[in-house]
């Protein structure tokens, strides 16, 4: 029996072998282990053994049923494992074909511009406040400093309406009004669009402009440019330079343009800031004590200063437009460069 | 304006170079815009001396001439001028010069002999129309000098930006009073002596103002027997060099004096003045006057002329008349300086569009006090450039002199407005470079009594001159630092975060975002077919349009979005998915909108992503989803009957009985008007109203912990029927227990009958305190089958 035993675990690892499906594993589990299978045969001889053959024998049984057992267990294993890589490789894709792009829209360029600045004075401090674009000669002009006869009137083409309004030519006009309503210390920011009658490569009629400004008991110039060159650090970079250059607004005393260090050459001079390393970004000043007594604040109680930059300006030292007018073309294949 | 830095130099020091000196004059207010090398195109050109002519082997109107230009061996020089001598001065232009006629000189052989250069013609070198022969220069300049700075030409040019505060730096000596503040040198003013002749003036002619509100000084002189001709050299060039015509010496000289103190000056032929005498007054209605430009102007009762005892002789501080003006048989010459209301020339000039070098000065104000300095100097120029004699005395008519302006200036309040700590020395010290007189008053604050001179009209205040301080001290100069007062506390506002969540929304849904115009035609109601009484059709006019494009406010967002998407398709491109959010202009208000375009196609149009066409329900969708990122849920949807629309596919959005948009398929005429072949939907909805409903509060809901059952019911109902209408029956048959209900199909077709429609809804029925039993579910399930088929008359679909 025990060279029956013997037999029966060669044959059936031989015959493990050569199975290659999982089929033929089966019916070999069956031919050895089923209820008619040769290893129960001959466990079913085990009764007619002596009673000193039968633990030797017993023993051995279960030894030969233990190794087959592991062995037809590896066998299925690596039926399985070898069944799987098949059909992973069948499942392999071109990974060159087209990704499903979720779809995603881009802001317009002016607006990402407009909210990196709102983005920086929010963070510093100032409130997002808006007004009317459809103005007054009073709250666009008069009320800053401007009157009718004033030649610096002429540097604001404006747009009138039929009905005797105005386009308003700046952002400004929204100082006086969050003014009017509130009590300082008042520290906003005026994103919006303004209206010049201008319309070429470098103005359109159209354009955005942000308004800052700060009022409380003592605001000094120094503080003026220590907002802006913050600003200009965030926005442009925290290597450039900041110059400021005496300038004049009506509505601001003293009144100043500031330059940054061209966003090309750094500094030394290129074409891009007519060779003078400088780049005019915005115009700003102590706010004049007229425009205080228009909105019935004491200038002697309170100082403030005021700032206004274009927008579409700042856009264009990163983007370099040659034309823009494109930005308001809404080409998408402008937009989507974005 | 331009200045020069050679002219400057004649009336104040300083040893800046030009770039240094841009960069000054722009640190004090003064942008320079540009700075222009003269005499640049004279490069490479030299002085140079005709050592020996002879004769050409093989031509006969040429010489070889030995010509000395300072290096050390003499250029040999092929030359056919008629006037080279030997011992002559002469331009010459060397190898490598690009002369003003474009000839780039090489060295070259002319009939065989060499030639290392050029003689040169004034006409070659661009001087003058003299081609007669070499041009002869003085024996008194060094060989090798640059021609160019041999004669002055070598000069360089600014262009500035002058504000429209700072009228008193139009002038040369204006500039030149920057600089001294930059450098405290002190001016050099024209030294002027006139040699009068024994008729007094006011035997020769009379001034009288008869508008002093708008002439505060008139000032005259007379010059007799002068020769009209042309200018020298010299004054031609300075004229030159900044851009100003050159018309005779008379009218040179006054340009020249205008240059110089800023004070516009003009000179009337006297024998062409009635009665040799002026008055200044209002036009009188109707009256008219050529001007010098030959253009008859209409003049009203608001305009201030300069007039004869006739009639208008010029246009007061505007432009002289063409009758009186200076002509080639002009002997006397009646020479007026003046100064007249800025607001008046302002006004006139804008009225007949005529902007001159006078207007411009006048309508900024001109300096009372030059006056006189500027006649003056104009007479005496006049004199030495044509000849004549002066009258004796000048009349000086001025109604208009006033006290100079004193101003008391707090030093503690310089330092407060500006975050600096100047000392009182250095205030002091710019506000005298500046021209300021300073008293110490007698007060306790210690502040100043500051003068003002006249040509500072724009400093009335303290805190101009606190600008003043500032701008001199240098702007640079002030310390930076951060604000010090506390920050504000924003008010919270809502808009704001709406805005913010459906921006982000449609750019995620993979729309872009569109900025227009806020312009449009006034056809572009037409174009999107409003009803002729639409209240959005009242829309505000400009005046002043660049173009009937651009000639009306909109008051939808909807035209230009088409405008855009006609504008793409124009271009092929056509999967148009745009939006745009701002304001519209009603009368009185600027409501926000946001509105959007879906057209051509959408999807990535690759492999495994195709292009399709949207449809109803992708606007429809994008509308929801836009709602919903407002958490606003309780709206109703009902067609409209709006043109713009198809009008079976659109949609109003209604909160309660506020009405606050629109959203569909675009009219087919309406496509038709955009030039579209492909279907467009849109939307437009009123953002003020959005932010009104938005509600963000959110709280916590218990995620469910008895599981929930799903029933799938297909019903066959009438074609007609809205797909919500069962969806309210399931709702309000279940109550609480129903979650809710999906319409995941519609069937219309063989397996139904003519007239119906299939609807598959999977219901979801859940209870928030218990397991549902499948009895319980079952029971519901068929309460709500009975329901509908009793209700609707709708079948359960087997």
């Known amino acids: 029996m025990k060279k029956e035993l013997e037999a029966i675990q060669a044959a059936a690892l031989e015959a493990l072998k050569d199975v290659k499906t999982a089929d033929v594993l089966e019916s070999l589990r069956i031919e050895y282990f089923g209820r008619r299978g040769k290893l129960t045969d001959v466990m079913k001889g085990m009764g007619q053994l002596s009673k000193e053959e039968r633990p030797l024998i017993g023993k051995l049984a279960n030894e030969v049923r233990a190794s087959l057992t592991e062995a037809f267990e590896e066998t299925k294993n690596a039926l399985e494992s070898k069944q799987q890589e098949q059909q992973l490789n069948t499942e392999a894709v071109d990974i060159t074909l087209p990704g499903r792009k979720p779809a995603y829209g881009k802001a317009h360029p002016v607006m990402q511009t407009l909210e990196r600045i709102d983005a920086i004075f929010t963070q510093m401090g100032f409130q997002v406040v808006t007004g009317p674009e459809v103005e007054t000669e009073h709250y666009n002009f008069d009320a800053l400093n401007t009157p009718s006869d004033h030649p610096a009137r002429d540097l604001h083409d404006t747009f009138y309406l039929t009905d005797g309004n105005l386009l308003r030519t700046h952002t400004s006009p929204v100082q006086i009004r969050a003014m009017e309503n509130q009590k300082p210390p008042l520290r906003i920011i005026v994103p919006g669009k303004a209206y010049r009658v201008d319309y070429d490569v470098s103005h359109t009629p159209m354009f955005h402009q942000v308004e800052g400004l700060l009022v409380d008991r003592h605001v000094t110039f120094s503080e003026l440019k220590g907002v802006l060159v913050s600003f200009a650090r965030q926005m442009f970079g925290d290597q450039t330079q900041m110059r400021f250059r005496p300038h004049f607004f009506p509505f601001t005393e003293p009144s100043a343009e500031a330059d940054i260090s061209c966003t090309v050459c750094r500094g030394k001079g290129c074409r891009s800031c007519g060779h003078t390393g400088w780049i005019e970004i915005l115009g700003a000043g102590a706010v004049d004590p007229e425009v205080f007594r228009a909105v019935n604040y ?36 402008f937009l989507q460069q974005f | 304006m331009n200045v020069t830095l050679n002219w400057l130099k004649n009336y104040i020091d300083f040893d800046f170079s030009a770039h240094d000196l841009a960069d000054r004059l722009t640190m004090l207010g003064i942008e320079v815009e540009s700075v222009k090398e003269l005499g640049a195109a004279l490069q490479g050109v030299v002085v140079g001396k005709v050592n020996s002519i002879r004769p050409h082997p093989n031509a006969d109107k040429l010489v070889l001439c030995q010509v000395d230009i300072g290096g050390q061996d003499a250029l040999q020089i092929v030359c056919g001028a008629p006037n080279v001598c030997e011992g002559m001065f002469a331009p010459v232009a060397t190898i490598g010069a690009e002369l003003p006629s474009g000839i780039t000189i090489k060295q070259a052989k002319l009939r065989g002999e060499e030639s290392h250069g050029m003689l040169c013609s004034e006409k070659e070198l661009g001087i003058s129309d003299d081609a007669a022969g070499l041009m002869e220069l003085s024996s008194d300049i060094s060989v090798g000098t640059p021609l160019a700075e041999a004669l002055g030409l070598e000069d360089t040019v600014f262009e500035l930006e002058i504000t429209p505060n700072r009228p008193d730096c139009l002038s040369m000596i204006g500039v030149a009073r920057e600089i001294r503040a930059e450098t405290g040198n002190e001016l050099k003013l024209p030294e002027v002596n006139i040699h009068e002749n024994d008729t007094d003036i006011t035997e020769a002619t009379s001034v009288t103002i008869d508008a002093p509100d708008l002439c505060p000084r008139y000032a005259a002189r007379v010059i007799r027997g002068v020769k009209i001709g042309e200018s020298p050299a010299w004054l031609k060039q300075r004229l030159e060099s900044v851009g100003i015509g050159i018309i005779n010496n008379i009218v040179d000289a006054t340009n020249f004096v205008l240059m110089e103190y800023g004070q516009p000056l003009h000179a009337f032929d006297y024998h062409k003045l009635g009665e040799n005498r002026i008055v200044v007054r209002r036009a009188a209605e109707g009256e008219q006057i050529t001007t010098l430009d030959e253009e008859e102007r209409k003049l009203t009762p608001d305009m201030l002329v300069i007039a004869d005892a006739n009639k208008p002789v010029a ?167 951060l604000p010090k007062g506390d920050i504000p506390v924003p008010v919270p506002d809502i808009s704001v975060e709406v805005r913010k969540r459906i921006k982000q929304f449609l750019l995620g849904s993979g729309m872009m975002e569109a900025v227009n115009y806020s312009f449009n035609h006034p056809n572009c109601f037409d174009k999107v077919r409003l009803a002729a009484d639409n209240p959005l059709r009242d829309a505000l006019r400009l005046r002043n349009p660049l173009s009937p494009e651009m000639s009306i406010l909109r008051t939808t967002l909807l035209p230009s979005l088409l405008d855009n998407a006609q504008h793409n398709h124009n271009h092929q491109i056509n999967n148009i998915a745009l939006f745009e959010m701002s304001s519209v202009f009603m009368r009185g208000e600027e409501p926000g909108r946001v509105a959007g375009i879906l057209a051509g196609e959408i999807g990535g149009g690759v492999y495994g992503n195709p292009y399709k066409n949207p449809d109803f329900f992708d606007i429809k969708g994008i509308v929801e989803r836009l709602l919903e990122v407002c958490c606003i849920t309780d709206y109703a949807f009902q067609k409209t009957e709006e043109p713009t629309f198809h009008p079976g596919r659109n949609a109003a959005v209604s909160f309660g009985n506020t009405l606050i948009g629109i959203f569909g398929e675009a009219h087919p005429e309406v496509l038709e008007n955009y030039e579209l072949p492909y279907k467009a939907y849109l939307f437009e909805l009123d953002l003020e109203a959005l932010a009104d409903a938005a509600d963000f509060s959110k709280r916590f809901e218990p995620i469910p912990i008895y599981p929930s059952v799903q029933r799938d019911l297909a019903i066959v109902v009438d074609f007609g029927m809205q797909s919500d209408t069962p969806i309210e029956i399931i709702y309000a048959t279940g109550g609480d227990l129903v979650k809710s209900v999906r319409l995941f199909d519609v069937y219309v077709g063989d397996q139904v009958s003519e007239g119906k429609k299939s609807l598959a809804y999977t219901i979801t029925y859940h209870s928030a305190t218990e397991t549902l039993t499948d009895k319980a579910v079952n029971d519901l399930h068929d309460k709500v089958v009975n329901r509908l088929g009793k209700e609707l008359g709708a079948e359960l679909r087997m």
């Not at chain 2, 004699?389 to 001025?398: K, L, Q, S």
């Not at chain 2, 302006?405 to 407060?416: A, S, Y």
């Not at chain 2, 003002?452 to 303290?462: A, C, K, S, Y």
């Open chain 2, 315 to 481: 246009l007061a501080g505007v432009m002289g008349g063409y009758d009186s003006e200076i002509t080639e048989t002009t002997s006397d010459v009646l020479l007026e300086s003046a100064n007249f209301q800025p607001a008046s020339i302002r006004a006139t000039a804008k009225k007949l569009g005529m902007h001159t070098e006078a207007s411009y000065r006048f309508e900024r104000g001109a300096d009372p006090e030059a006056v006189i300095p500027a006649l003056d100097r104009a007479t005496q120029l006049i004199v030495e450039l044509a000849g004549g004699t002066v009258c004796e005395g000048t009349i000086d008519v001025y109604p208009g002199k006033s006290e100079l302006l004193k101003i008391q200036l707090r030093p503690d309040r310089v330092n407060f407005i500006l975050g600096t700590s100047l000392e009182a020395a250095e205030i002091e010290q710019i506000l005298y470079r500046l021209g300021f007189g300073i008293e110490t008053s007698q007060s306790e604050d210690s502040s100043y009594q500051v003068t003002v001179p006249t040509f500072r009209g724009d400093i009335t205040r303290e805190i101009d001159l606190i600008e003043e301080i500032a701008r001199v001290h240098g702007y640079d100069n002030i310390p930076t630092t």
């Open chain 1, 298 to 333: 004491d200038p002697e109680e309170v100082t403030g200063f005021a700032f206004g930059m274009g927008v579409e300006r700042i856009a264009n030292l990163q983007f370099r437009i040659p034309d823009i007018r494109t930005f308001y073309e809404n080409d998408l294949r």
